[in-house]
């Protein structure tokens, strides 16, 4: 799932396996990672975030790692499902007061199709 | 409750027009972003505001402007625009949790 330039790389899963999605950030000193979803006309949708003191985090069905000594992030989907199939994104950020945030820097997105 | 609301829907401008897209929340958020986002790629930030008062340049900034009107409102203006600027703009918001990004549906623009 690594950014490969202007084509979004697609990752084909079979329904009920498990996905791994991958990341690569640039910013070390981000504060936040965070995961969303998009489907299809629609605008994203926040997943799951993690903190940089963390290395890993749990949701419902997903589990985000982060490894900051390579800049790198993923997203774990348990039992993939038809209605996983969206394009996935990354980004980081970090918060300027405790009220107010700054840039958000994305990835460039990965494709997730779910095949029965 | 109708989280981000931006508007119009869709637009269809000739090269060299104006037109000011709209976008307002009702979460009482501090921050508030713009972004742009071409067929297959990320998303690209324009311009945001981290808080009612403040505005600051995004990534791909050239060609627009902003207006944080108030609290809920912030504004993206094409002054002349030009056939590069087709793409889908999403305006967002956040509040205080990391989590608390909210989108908007999206405005489809084509510049002929």
């Known amino acids: 799932g690594e950014s490969v330039g202007l084509h979004l790389p697609t990752l084909s899963v079979q329904e009920g396996d498990n996905s791994i999605i991958n990341c690569a950030y640039s910013?070390?000193?981000?504060?936040?990672f965070i995961w969303y979803k998009q489907e299809s006309g629609k605008g994203p949708q926040f997943i799951i975030d993690?903190?940089?003191?963390?290395d890993k985090r749990q949701g419902q069905r997903v589990t985000v790692l982060l490894n900051k000594t390579v800049k790198h992030l993923s997203l774990q989907i348990a039992a993939t499902q038809p209605g996983d199939s969206a394009v996935y994104f990354c980004?980081?950020?970090?918060?300027?007061?405790?009220?107010?945030?700054?840039?958000?820097?994305f990835g460039a997105g990965t494709q997730v199709v779910v095949t029965p | 409750n109708a989280g981000v609301t931006q508007t119009p829907k869709f637009q269809v401008l000739k090269t060299g027009q104006s037109m000011t897209l709209q976008c307002a929340q009702d979460?009482?958020?501090?921050?508030m972003y713009w972004y742009r986002q071409d067929p297959g790629m990320g998303l690209r930030l324009i311009y945001y505001s981290a808080s009612e008062g403040t505005t600051d340049k995004g990534e791909v900034p050239n060609g627009y402007n902003v207006s944080r009107l108030n609290k809920r409102e912030f504004s993206l203006r094409l002054e002349s625009a030009a056939p590069s600027q087709t793409s889908v703009y999403f305006c967002a918001s956040n509040g205080q949790g990391a989590y608390e990004q909210f989108f908007g549906p999206g405005t489809r623009l084509t510049v002929l």
């Open positions: 993690i903190r940089s003191n963390m």
């Open positions: 910013n070390s000193a981000s504060d936040y």
């Open positions: 980004a980081e950020t970090s918060p300027l007061t405790t009220d107010s945030w700054g840039k958000f820097q």
């Open positions: 979460m009482n958020h501090n921050s």
